[in-house]
Each structure stands twice: as structure tokens, then as C-alpha cells.
């Protein structure tokens, strides 16, 4: 009687999982035993997180993978950190200065008269 019922527990708990993977297109990128295998490596520290969904720039996480973090916040399992705007790629232009141009050519000769 035991062993049906933790069968019963363990595929309750395998189904409600499934439907929530399902909704976020995750097993789409990897299967659910690779997705359970990653979402075991995350750990957080003793006394952490209290009653306040976590969020995945807190300090709080023990050695856990970005890609892991990401698999959480599409979970809605962790409060994802805000992203800071992209930067424009490359050198920032030179600063124009208003100088006169030079003059075209060879410059003339000056002759001095004593």
C-alpha cells in the first residue's frame, strides 16, 4: 500500500511538472530528465529565501550555471534581474573641432628681406 501511494504522489507531482515546462516552450531546447538535471544544480544558501520569491542577482545562489538561472526565470521560479541596455559596438567617434582647414599644396616660400 505504501509503494502505490508514493507512486501516486511521484506522478502527480512528474505531471504537474510536465504542464509547467509545456507552458514555458522549454522542452522544446532539451528534455525533461536534462531539465530536472539542471534545475538540481541550483542551489541556494540555508535561511535564504524565506517567504519572497528569489531573484537571480541575489548572492544567495551556490555555484549556479546562467543558463540554470535563465531556465528559472522562464519557470516564474526566480525574479529575473533587471537587463542593462545594449551599448553600441565599437570606438565612439572623434570629437569635431572647428579649425580652420589647411591650405592645399606645398606651402609657399617666404623670402625675408634684411
Do not use: Y
Not at 504522489?9 to 531539465?35: E, P
Not at 525574479?79 to 567617434?93: L, S
Not at 580652420?100 to 616660400?109: F, M
Request: with cysteine; hydrophobic share 30%; net charge positive.
Amino acid at each position: 500500500m505504501g509503494k502505490e501511494f508514493v507512486n501516486l504522489v511521484s506522478t502527480i507531482i512528474t505531471f504537474r511538472l510536465l504542464k509547467a515546462v509545456s507552458k514555458t516552450n522549454l522542452l522544446d531546447k532539451m528534455s525533461f530528465g536534462d531539465l530536472i538535471d539542471d534545475l538540481g544544480t541550483a542551489w541556494g544558501l540555508t535561511d535564504s529565501f524565506n517567504s519572497e520569491k528569489p531573484q537571480s542577482s541575489d548572492d544567495k545562489w551556490v555555484h549556479t550555471l546562467d543558463c540554470v538561472i535563465d531556465e528559472l526565470e522562464k519557470l516564474d521560479l526566480s525574479i529575473p534581474a533587471p537587463k542593462p541596455e545594449p551599448q553600441k559596438r565599437g570606438r565612439k567617434p572623434k570629437p569635431k573641432e572647428d579649425k580652420p582647414k589647411r591650405p592645399r599644396g606645398r606651402p609657399k616660400k617666404i623670402l625675408s628681406t634684411p
